[in-house]
């Protein structure tokens, strides 16, 4: 099994969309493994965003993620990266996919409520970068031969 991380940004944390971009996840047969609703300080918001620094929008984007709590998770399935970015959409919600949680909820690029790791090296740094060790949930899930062939 594959972990990703998942950031419900602050725009949809304001929007009440929590709780229908969790179930589309659960419903998913993903499984949660952490979550917490939490306030990014900048440091943290520029070393999440480091590919970044140079973009134009870098600072922009740094207020953004700082401007309130966000809705943090680890998140644990097969092809787990993959299938979120997919699940995601693309980064313009207004070019996203219906379906997608950004296609669905957004408009604006500099509101596209939800970040997802893009691939297993960066999961596993934002991971280390958002969640202690002991905030990552070891448990395995009753239906899983329900959800997986084997
Ligand atoms: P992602 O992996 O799909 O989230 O997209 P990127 O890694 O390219 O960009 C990171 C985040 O920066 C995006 O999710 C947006 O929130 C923001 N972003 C990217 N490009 C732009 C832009 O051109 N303008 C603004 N305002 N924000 C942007
Ligand atoms: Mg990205």
């Known amino acids: 099994m594959d972990r990703t991380f998942l950031m419900i940004k602050p725009d949809a944390v ?20 952490a979550a917490k609703l939490f306030q990014a300080d900048e440091a943290l918001a520029k070393e999440h965003y480091s590919e ?4 134009p929008f870098f600072n922009a ?22 299938v979120t970015r997919t ?13 997608t949680i950004r296609g669905d909820y957004g408009l604006d690029l500099g509101r596209n409520i939800i970040h997802g790791s893009d691939s297993n ?4 740094r934002e991971i280390n970068l ?4 002991s905030e990552l949930n070891d448990y395995k899930l ?8 084997e």
Do not use: C
């Open 14 to 33: 304001q929007r009440n969309l929590i709780g229908e971009i969790v179930t589309r996840l659960e419903r998913k047969g993903l499984k949660l493994v």
């Open 121 to 124: 090296e960066s999961a596993e």
């Open 61 to 82: 984007l740094v207020s953004f993620i700082t401007s309130g709590p966000v809705f943090a998770m680890v998140v644990e399935g097969n092809n787990v990266v993959e």
């Open 130 to 133: 958002w969640f202690n060790e």
């Open 52 to 55: 970044h620094t140079d973009k």
């Open 142 to 149: 009753n239906n899983e031969k329900w959800v997986y062939e």
């Open 87 to 99: 699940l995601v959409g693309e980064t313009n919600p207004s070019k996203a996919a219906p379906g």
